[in-house]
């Protein structure tokens, strides 16, 4: 199945749009990384401080921005550009959407709402990377 530009280019600017933002300016992201320091630390990991989280952040926002040319332009492993790209989502979807941290079960549901509209991305990466993966191999 050929994969129409209009579609891989729909797919993949958020992700691009995010992960230039990510590189270009790392603080606001590090704001939002912080909801998931009580997650990491009860998972046993140790979460990330500072200068850390700003190199993560741009290498997050390079990642987005190479999987989102590799998907793009069917250059690559494309599949595995559409599967970095999805892996890359979820914890930006928890991050940006920290919906274990509200009392209130309104607020909970209406974050817990758009940490889940935050994963549709996710599931375009994953199915046009296929979708694109199987038109190169022809």
Known sequence: MKVCFPLKLSAALPFAICGLDALL??????????????????????????KDTDRLTRLTGALLI????????????????????????IPLALANNPFWTYADSGQRRHCFVRCVNHLGPAAAALLVGKAAAKSVKK
Do not use: I, M, W, Y
């Open 25 to 50: 300016d790392p603080q606001p992201h590090r704001e939002r990384a912080a909801h998931l320091t009580a997650p990491a630390e009860a998972l046993g990991l140790k979460p990330l401080r500072g």
């Open 66 to 89: 190479a999987g989102s040319a590799a998907l793009v332009r069917n250059s690559g492993p494309v599949r595995a550009a559409g599967f970095a790209l999805a892996a890359l989502q």
